[in-house]
């Protein structure tokens, strides 16, 4: 699970690599760090006994991009690229309902997009900013677009989420990535996330933390402080890397799909698949798909 595929053919296409962004990616949770979290993804606040409305009433249920998806099967989703001359807007979909969007911004150094709960305005064509009711945060990524952290919208500044890809050795294999996501709640199994201090100068606690606990374990100590999930590795096959999901992305294959807690995967210029399952929250997913997208 966590060893590096190599292509076995060093002839192998020097855009192997694009060809593998068109394939589906996903994420698979470490062993060490497994929970179970069973909860329904569409959740307003209240206890939910009453599933059988849930393909009407997303709208009107606000909470839910901050609560995990279910367990027992990945929430079939895609994302719907939007580019103008001047910005770029990425439309997050779940069952044919819009659910979040989010929009690059310009002028910012580097890589940044805001994210905002479309289930809370009727408006598509609404001026978004940060003050506007239904911001929940932003994804933010380094100069080398290496490391991604994904901040909440409370006014002390707390990670959701980070996103890191690994050094690339080579144009011809695909990227390896590790997602490091903070504990959810007991209580609520909603995000807790991880309070940065306002003197702090690390560019993300969340994968300082996890670099210290990889560290820790390989002196062969334990912990589960953090979820960490990585990419499933392609296999290399007639000059390509390939995942195969039996004709549509979010269909995994039969081998290690209860592993599977994401799905990511290009259908044509504009319209990719992104199906998840809990731990990952609507947001989380969205936002490790920002991430790709930003290489």
Avoid: W
């Avoid at 849930?54 to 367990?71: A, L, Q, V």
């Avoid at 439309?91 to 905002?116: C, M, P, V």
């Amino acid at each position: 699970m966590t060893s590096r595929t190599r292509a076995d053919n060093d002839k192998s296409p020097a855009h192997a690599n694009s060809l593998y962004d068109k394939q589906p990616r996903d994420l698979v949770q470490r062993k060490a760090s497994e929970q179970n979290q069973v909860l329904p993804f569409y959740l307003d606040g209240d206890d939910d006994d009453n599933d059988d409305n849930d393909d009407n009433d997303i709208r009107r249920r606000r909470y839910s991009s901050i609560f995990p998806g279910s367990e027992s099967q990945l929430i079939q989703g895609h994302v719907v690229r939007v580019k103008t001359l001047l910005q770029s807007h990425y439309h997050f979909f779940i069952k044919d309902q819009l659910i979040l969007l989010a929009e690059k911004q310009l002028k910012n150094r580097t890589s940044n997009y805001h994210i905002f709960d479309m289930t809370r305005t009727t408006a598509l064509s609404s001026k978004l900013s940060k003050k506007s009711g239904n911001y929940l945060g932003k994804l933010r990524s380094n100069f080398s677009k290496k490391k991604n952290v994904l901040f909440g919208n409370l006014s002390r500044k707390t990670e959701l989420g980070a996103v890191v890809f690994a050094d690339h050795t080579s144009s011809n294999e695909p990227r390896h990535l590790n997602v490091i996501l903070p504990a959810l709640a007991p209580k609520r199994q909603e995000i807790e996330g991880l309070a940065v201090g306002d003197n702090s100068t690390a560019f993300s606690l969340l994968i300082d933390v996890f670099k210290h606990e990889r560290a820790s374990q390989s002196l062969g100590r334990s912990s589960s402080a953090l979820q960490v999930f990585e990419n499933k590795e392609p296999v290399f096959d007639n000059g390509y890397y390939r995942l195969n999901f039996n004709g549509r992305v979010s269909v995994p294959s039969a081998d290690g799909q209860d592993d599977v807690c994401l799905q990511f995967g290009k259908v044509d210029e504009k319209k990719f698949h992104l199906d998840f399952r809990a731990p990952l929250t609507p947001i989380q997913a969205f936002a490790i798909a920002l991430a790709q997208f930003n290489l």
